[in-house]
């Protein structure tokens, strides 16, 4: 997720949503919280037009961390971090009917559902399963399963995101 520049006008819109969303990762989550929530953050900055001039701060941090922690299953109690989404609702002091509304404007604007590869935090995406599915002769594959000349012209053509660990570098790490 690069990081692109936020248009100086748009400074005024960004900035409070971004100075709540940076202490709330710090202190319940993790930095590939705070990157991809200020990826997504910036994303709809930079949209046209963008949909921030609309509503409070409060409102659209709360939906932009729901929106990837829906990705990311944030509520499954077996993920570190783990935050239920009424949580992160009261610690803006919005509704639960705000947060969930906030958060579905997002996910519908940008297509965001779940598994979404490019929302996905990246200590996850090896275990996404979107992220690794390719078409070879018109059968959906498992690019982790085909042959590593497949899998670097894959990464070569960017529709997959790294090579995968082979089966001798997985041994290894356990």
């Not at 990762?25 to 609309?54: D, F, G, Q, S, W």
């Not at 729901?66 to 509520?75: E, H, K, M, Q």
């Not at 089966?167 to 790490?173: K, P, V």
Request: charged share 25%.
């Amino acid at each position: 997720m690069s990081q692109q520049p936020i248009p100086e006008k748009l400074r005024s819109l960004h900035d409070p949503i971004a100075a709540l969303i940076e202490p709330f990762c710090a202190e319940h989550l993790n930095e590939e919280y705070r990157v991809c929530c200020m990826t997504l953050l910036a994303t709809l900055a930079r949209k046209r037009p963008t949909p921030l001039v609309n509503g409070k701060p409060n409102s659209w941090a709360c939906g932009i961390i729901r929106a990837i922690g829906f990705v990311n299953f944030l509520d499954d109690k077996s993920q570190k971090p783990h935050m239920k989404s009424a949580e992160i609702d009261k610690h803006f002091g919005v509704s639960t009917a705000t947060g969930q509304a906030r958060s579905k404007l997002i996910r519908d604007l940008l297509k965001i559902k779940n598994f979404e590869p490019a929302w996905t935090l990246p200590s996850r995406l090896n275990d996404n399963p979107l992220v690794w599915l390719v078409q070879v002769n018109g059968f959906l594959c498992d690019a982790r399963h085909l042959p590593r000349e497949i899998q670097e012209d894959a990464v070569q053509r960017g529709i997959i995101p790294y090579l995968p660990p082979t089966s001798a570098e997985n041994r290894e790490a356990k």
